[in-house]
């Protein structure tokens, strides 16, 4: 076998089998040879690679290692580290390609609530749980009783329990590197066998923290339908169970929780989940009121809610506390 290159030299060298043999070397330097595999597609180069590409190939092609959609997937790790992005072994190749690809203009809104429903809604869809994921990411950020707190809501398709849990450790993940580090969330995963159990109100304790004074949080809810509800009481930042739990079907459901100044100065942030143990909507309103046990206030702290639409949640288990699933919550990283 000759090289290529042998026609263009005088026509009584082309005639040497030597020099067309000697050439050979040259052309799979510069060239590469024509009957080299792949030759075209860009590809990884490494030392061991039996047919790497002449460095004219290398060079018309090299705008593809900078493109997301055409590089190698092993290149996809090097060109996320040109855009400060981390990417997670978890994550589709798809995905991949496409947070690289969308990440630089989403630098300019980082922080804010538009940036993190872009990410999420990329995420979906790259993914490939969603084909058009617009409806299927919430959030919420008018708490103004709790500043500096807000919910997401995924809705996600498939029952599938693995796919279920991995789903919320990614989705967890992009919302600890993507939020402002100042604030807190909860995180709600909806799929068509797990639905929200109930409504969360979040509130925060107001007063001044005394010391060696115990304050005391009122819970009332109105239940003018007498349906069987749960109400729970819980610390934002606790993944425990409830502090306390009151079950029943009375017109107003109440919850008194005294708590000590050291858990306050600890953990200020709270929430209620309001829980339709029946088979219907319901409407149901209520308030939280703080205080202080034997000290009196002119005017203590009281927030008021109100939740036009209490769906039914989905109780696995006998009695009323049975396994429950449906919402999913994290505190700050």
């Excluded at 043999?21 to 052309?27: D, Q, R, S």
């Excluded at 796919?163 to 967890?172: D, E, H, M, S």
């Excluded at 005391?216 to 809810?221: A, G, P, S």
Aim: one cysteine or more.
């Amino acid at each position: 076998m000759n090289s290529s290159y042998q026609q263009y030299l005088p026509a009584i060298l082309q005639r040497d089998d030597f020099l067309g043999e000697f050439l050979l070397a040259f052309e799979r330097i510069l060239s590469g040879l024509p009957n080299d595999q792949d030759a075209g597609l860009p590809r990884v180069i490494n030392q061991d690679d039996p047919h790497p590409p002449g460095l004219e190939e290398i060079i018309e092609q090299v705008y593809s290692y900078f493109d997301p959609q055409q590089t190698p997937e092993e290149f996809l790790p090097w060109l996320a580290s040109w855009v400060a992005l981390s990417l997670r072994a978890d994550w589709t190749t798809d995905t991949k390609r496409q947070l690289i690809q969308e990440i630089v203009p989403l630098y300019r809104q980082r922080g804010t609530k538009q940036a993190l429903e872009t990410i999420l809604k990329i995420y979906l869809k790259s993914s490939g749980l969603f084909p058009e994921p617009d409806r299927k990411v919430k959030i919420y950020d008018n708490f103004p009783q709790v500043p500096n707190y807000f919910q997401v809501e995924l809705t996600l398709p498939n029952k599938d329990q693995d796919l279920y849990w991995r789903q919320v450790r990614i989705a967890k993940a992009i919302i600890d590197l993507e939020k402002p580090a100042h604030t807190y969330y909860a995180l709600n995963i909806l799929t068509p066998t797990m639905r929200l159990t109930g409504t969360s109100i979040p509130f925060a304790w107001e007063l001044p923290v005394l010391t060696d004074v115990n304050g005391v949080i009122e819970v009332r809810v109105n239940n003018p339908q007498n349906s069987r509800l749960r109400v729970s009481l819980k610390t934002i930042s606790s993944r425990t169970e409830p502090l306390t739990v009151i079950v029943g079907t009375n017109p107003e459901l109440s919850i008194v929780y005294e708590v000590g100044s050291e858990q306050l100065n600890s953990n200020k942030n709270w929430y209620i989940l309001v829980e339709n143990l029946s088979n219907n909507p319901i409407a149901v309103s209520g308030r939280v009121t703080c205080k202080y046990q034997a000290r009196q206030l002119e005017n203590p702290p009281e927030i008021p809610f109100n939740i036009t639409a209490l769906e039914p949640g989905l109780r696995i288990g006998r009695g009323d506390n049975g396994t429950r699933l449906g919402t999913v919550r994290s505190g700050s990283a």
